[in-house]
């Protein structure tokens, strides 16, 4: 007999297996004299230095088990400044958003998942309607299953994945960018 947390565990591994081998057939073919490009969400990060960090208040399961938002939101910004960036408040600049959920029932083995939904928003002025507004230009998320022991160890680890993959694609879409000048 299977049991839930065994059926819940095959069906992740499964998506995951299916999603990776979709990913990577479903690639353009470019011909050989095609330029390389980058997405058009990861170049809407190329030149950007300075932004603001917002982390979401998180739910009292994650606060039980030892995460606070306030301390990520530290974290992230620390990181941040340490690559270069600087860190401002205010509505008129770009910044980055992090919302971390969780289920709110754990299985039988005290597994409980959670998500994680990454955005990178930019102020974006619409002349047809004379506002600007702050819209997400690139996005990421992710989710895992955790027991409680290690809840806190796998969302950190989640969330320091996060940051530093943020932070090699604005390094890399800023590169790409400078090349694509220098070839025009």
């Given at each position: 007999?299977?049991?839930?947390?065994?059926m819940v565990m095959l069906l992740m591994g499964s998506g995951v297996?299916?999603?990776?081998?979709?990913?990577s057939l479903a690639g353009p073919i470019l011909e050989a004299d095609t330029p390389p490009t980058l997405p058009p969400d990861?170049?809407?990060?190329?030149?950007?230095?300075?932004l603001g960090v917002r982390?979401?208040?998180?739910?009292?399961?994650?606060?039980?088990?030892?995460l606070n938002a306030l301390r990520v939101q530290h974290i992230w910004t620390e990181r941040l400044r340490e690559s270069g960036f600087q860190i401002v408040d205010d509505p008129n600049?770009?910044?980055v958003s992090l919302a971390v959920h969780t289920g709110n029932i754990q299985d039988e083995g005290g597994?409980?998942?959670f998500g994680l939904q990454f955005k990178f928003f930019q102020p974006l002025r619409f002349?047809?309607?004379?506002?600007?507004?702050?819209?997400?230009?690139?996005?990421?998320?992710?989710?895992?299953?955790?027991?409680?022991?290690?809840?806190?160890?796998?969302?950190e680890r989640s969330l320091n994945a996060?940051?530093?993959?943020f932070i090699a694609l604005v390094d890399k879409a800023t590169e790409f960018a400078r090349v694509q000048k220098q070839l025009d």
């Open positions: 007999m299977i049991h839930k947390h065994d297996a299916m999603g990776l081998a979709v990913a990861v170049m809407s990060l190329a030149g950007v230095r300075k982390v979401q208040p998180f739910s009292p399961a994650l606060q039980e088990a030892g600049q770009p910044y597994q409980r998942v002349e047809r309607l004379n506002r600007t507004l702050n819209v997400p230009t690139y996005a990421s998320g992710g989710f895992g299953m955790a027991g409680s022991t290690v809840l806190q160890e796998q969302v996060r940051i530093e993959v």
